[in-house]
């Protein structure tokens, strides 16, 4: 395991003390503060189940009880042994492939702005290649690139001022 790594929110490097860490010991804070917030948001707005709320099981019909957040089968299904298995998307008719990108796009509209960028032919693996050396998605390399990027233009801007 490598022992530095670089935070994917703020940049700068930091001790490494597990081999899935994405954000410094500061980040991982203010994150940990952001998603916490979001949960009581989507507790507020209804779509969170919590215990006691009642659930329809995916695999008999039968109407239960939850008994923690991420319980999805009823206990008699749990005892038999039941499992829900993915079904890959190509599988699923057309109306639930609809449904189900609808949905996604929802939640990702609600979540993000979007902007296309074109690049020059090629550099897509270039960068690709190098946000993966860093173990990070393209979307997370080019997200924190255009961050530390503005973080100098809005310096530079602040030096000009003066």
Do not use: W
Not at 10 to 28: A, I, L
Request: glycine share 4%.
């Amino acid at each position: 395991m490598e022992k530095i790594m670089i935070c994917q929110s703020c940049g700068k490097e930091c001790e490494r003390t597990s081999n899935v860490q994405k954000y410094c010991e500061e980040c991982r804070i203010k994150k940990q503060v952001e998603r916490n917030s979001a949960y009581r948001k989507r507790k507020e707005d209804g779509t969170v189940s919590g215990l006691g709320t009642k659930a329809v099981c995916p695999a008999c019909g039968s109407t239960f009880e939850k008994n923690s957040g991420n319980q999805n089968l009823c206990s008699d299904c749990v005892r038999k042994g039941v499992t829900l298995k993915q079904r890959k998307l190509s599988e699923l008719p057309e109306n639930e492939k609809h449904e189900i990108y609808l949905k996604n796009t929802q939640i990702q509209n609600k979540l993000y702005d979007r902007i296309s960028v074109y690049i020059p032919k090629g550099k897509k693996e270039q960068l690709q290649e190098l946000s993966n050396a860093f173990e990070m998605s393209l979307n997370s390399f080019v997200n924190q690139a255009i961050e530390l990027y503005e973080q100098q233009l809005r310096s530079e801007l602040e030096t000009n001022k003066k």
